[in-house]
C-alpha cells in the first residue's frame, strides 16, 4: 500500500519520494544499476547491505552508491517505510562539471566502503533543505519543477563533497562486520572480471576450501561467488551495449566465453535480450 509517491523521471535522471505500508513478509533482492544512487532513509527500521557490508538504518541516514554496487535492503517487520531515491546517469553531471568532481564522494572509496553518512552528519548539514526544495517542486507548473530539481540535485551533490571532505570518519562508515576474505574476493573479482575467474583459482589465492568461500560470500553479499561474477559481467556488457558495441563484442569483452550463455544469461537478468536492448537505446 502507497500513501506518498512522487515521481519525477527523464532518460537520464529518476527522483522518486515514496511512503510504502511495507508487511512483515516482503523480500528485497540484491540488484545493481548502471547510473548512480543516492538513498535518503527516512522511516522504518532495518540495515543495508552493500557489496557485503551492513550499514544499520536511521531516519535521515545518506546511502550512495556507484554503478555496479550491489546492493539489498533489509526490513525489521511491518512499517510505514518511507525514502527518497535519485538516480542518474554520469552524463546528468557532466553537463555541469566536465571533470566529474561532483562524482567523488561516490567513486574514491573501494566497493562497499564508506557508502554511508550517518543523521549526526546529515542533519547538521543543509542537504535536507535540498531534499525537502525538491518536494515542494511538485507543485510548481513544468518548467518550474524541472528548474527547482535540477538546481537542488547539484546542490545536493554539492553538499555530498563538502561532507567527504570534511573527513567525519566516524559518521561515514558503516557497522562492517564482513570476513576478511570476502572483501578481499569482492576485490579481486572486480579487479579481474573481464578475465577467466573460478572456484579453483579462488581457493588456491586465499587458501579455503571452495565450499566455504561460497558460503561465507552468499551469506555476505546473496550471491554465490559464480551469480555475482555473472552479474557483474552482464552490467558490463549492457553499458558496451548501450554505447554501440555489438552484443558479440559486449559479450567477448564483458568476460563472458560463450555468446550462448551470455545471451540466456542477459535474457534473464535483464527481461530483454541484447539485440533488443540495442534497439532500445537507438529508440
Known sequence: MQIKNLKYQTESFYFAHTTTGIPDDIMFT??????????????????????GTTY???????????????????????????????????????????????????????????????????????????????????????????????????????????????????EIYGTDDTPTVVRDIITFVNSNITSPISLDQLSKKFFFSKFYLNKIFKKATGNSIGEYVIKKRLLIAQQLIKTGMTSTNACQASGFGDYSNFYKAYVKFFGVSPKEEKTKKQK
Open 56 to 170: 544499520s538504518l536511521a531516519p535521515y541516514s545518506i546511502l550512495m552508491m556507484r554503478p555496479s554496487e550491489f546492493h539489498q535492503l533489509f526490513l525489521d517487520g511491518p512499517c510505514n517505510y518511507e525514502r527518497i531515491t535519485i538516480e542518474f546517469d554520469e552524463s546528468c553531471v557532466i553537463r555541469v562539471d566536465p571533470e566529474k568532481r561532483l562524482l567523488d564522494p561516490f567513486n574514491s572509496h573501494p566497493l562497499g566502503v564508506n557508502n554511508i553518512f550517518l543523521p549526526s552528519t546529515t542533519l547538521g548539514s543543509n542537504i535536507r533543505s535540498y531534499f525537502d526544495a525538491i518536494d515542494r517542486s511538485f507543485s510548481y507548473d513544468d518548467y518550474k519543477k524541472e528548474l527547482f530539481i535540477n538546481l537542488n540535485f547539484f546542490s545536493i551533490l554539492m553538499e555530498l563533497s563538502k561532507l567527504r571532505n570534511l573527513n567525519v570518519e566516524p
Open 30 to 51: 540484491t540488484h545493481s544499476h548502471n547510473t548512480y544512487e543516492i538513498y535518503l532513509f527516512l522511516q522504518g527500521s532495518g540495515r543495508y547491505v552493500i557489496e
